[in-house]
């Protein structure tokens, strides 16, 4: 909306900042931090009122955790109430990735809302049926990367690139479609299995969208992309501002969501996010970078995976509980120390990430 400005650069030189995605980056980061904590009080208040005794909490968890009964869920409506309003404001309406992306996290959020509506009006932790909602996730996911190849560049829209090397790739074709869809998906439920903790997701999900913010802005500059040796994808660098956007919200969430919660962002958050950051691998190409940089996120789904098949095959459980945060709460780890630690992995992880930009 905000970038609509820019027609008017002849007469008022100085709302040629508009033209920059760096600068309404920032805008986008300071506008959803702002109206997140703006709204936030008033949203919690009424999710307190409408949710009675808050998210239910898993009888067979830590002990602690009962600590947090009456909390209310569905935080996740003020992070992408937050980032709708901040990238409507800040990017640039024309560019298509900015919808496909945006869509993703809106439906997202829609599946998640619904399963934590179940889950509170049915006073149950399991919401509705899970191969549905894994089918309807997948549906989302594979129109939103349907557009993403037929948006790109045609010599490399069905194409999996691999970091480390710089002209390794493999050619998918339409199987891209899937990949693309199970990408986004599961970037979705790893987020989702992930959010477990206060405060835990929502950090790991800023710094994985600041790495990102930065790689669409690399992959949509023609110049940067030739000097990194890396694949030009024309208009991705306004991505940019949808991770802005997301970093901004989720620092607003975080003031309330800081130990000891006011509220839980639910699956109306976590999976909103997880697929927010799978459509943006998808769309600049990064797909195996965003396992790297979200790579806690692996590591969470992992421990889930390990543990069914372990159970279900031998009887034994490998972790003492899953997912893996719940397995070092059980070993006696403080809360505060499972968090901050895997904060600390997150940002290791990045790092590794963006290091796959030179290290070529």
């Not at 920059?20 to 949203?43: D, K, N, S």
């Not at 569905?74 to 901040?86: N, R």
């Not at 809106?106 to 089918?135: E, H, M, N, P, Q």
């Not at 950090?203 to 994985?208: F, K, L, S, Y």
């Amino acid at each position: 909306m905000l970038y609509e400005l820019v027609n008017f650069s002849d007469q008022i030189r100085v709302l040629n900042v508009f033209k920059y995605i760096t600068f309404r980056t920032g805008g986008a980061i300071f506008t959803a931090l702002i109206f997140v904590l703006l709204f936030g009080p008033g949203i919690i208040d009424l999710l307190r009122v409408k949710q009675g005794k808050g998210q239910p909490i898993r009888e067979d968890g830590p002990a602690t955790h009962l600590l947090k009964t009456g909390t209310p869920t569905m935080g996740g409506l003020m992070i992408l109430a937050g980032i709708t309003v901040s990238t409507l404001l800040w990017a640039n309406l024309s560019n298509l990735y900015i919808w496909i992306v945006l869509g993703v996290t809106l439906a997202y959020g829609g599946i998640g809302f619904y399963d934590d509506f179940l889950k509170v009006t049915r006073r149950t932790t399991s919401g509705f049926s899970s191969g549905l909602r894994f089918g309807v996730e997948i549906l989302v996911a594979a129109i939103a990367t349907a557009c993403v190849m037929w948006l790109g560049p045609p010599d490399i829209s069905g194409v999996l690139t691999i970091p480390f090397f710089k002209n390794m790739v493999f050619h998918l074709g339409p199987f891209f479609v899937l990949f693309g869809a199970l990408v986004i998906a599961g970037a979705g439920n790893a987020v989702n299995l992930t959010d477990g903790l206060d405060g835990l997701a929502i950090v790991p999900v800023m710094i994985a969208a600041a790495t990102f913010g930065l790689i669409a802005y690399l992959i949509g500059n023609a110049r940067f992309a030739q000097y990194l040796q890396i694949h030009y994808v024309a208009g991705t660098g306004e991505l940019s501002i949808i991770c802005g956007a997301l970093i901004g919200a989720g620092l607003g969430f975080l003031w309330f969501n800081a130990p000891p919660a006011m509220i839980f962002m639910g699956d109306t958050g976590s999976l909103a996010l997880g697929g927010a950051l799978g459509a943006i691998a998808v769309a600049t190409k990064h797909e195996i970078v965003l396992a790297i940089v979200g790579g806690l996120f692996v590591l969470e789904t992992l421990s889930v995976i390990i543990q069914v098949i372990s159970y279900k095959t031998t009887g034994r459980r490998v972790f003492r509980m899953a997912p893996l945060h719940h397995h070092y709460e059980q070993k006696g780890w403080q809360e505060s120390t499972v968090v901050v630690r895997f904060w600390i992995i997150s940002v290791v992880l990045a790092l590794i990430g963006l290091a796959t930009l030179k290290l070529r």
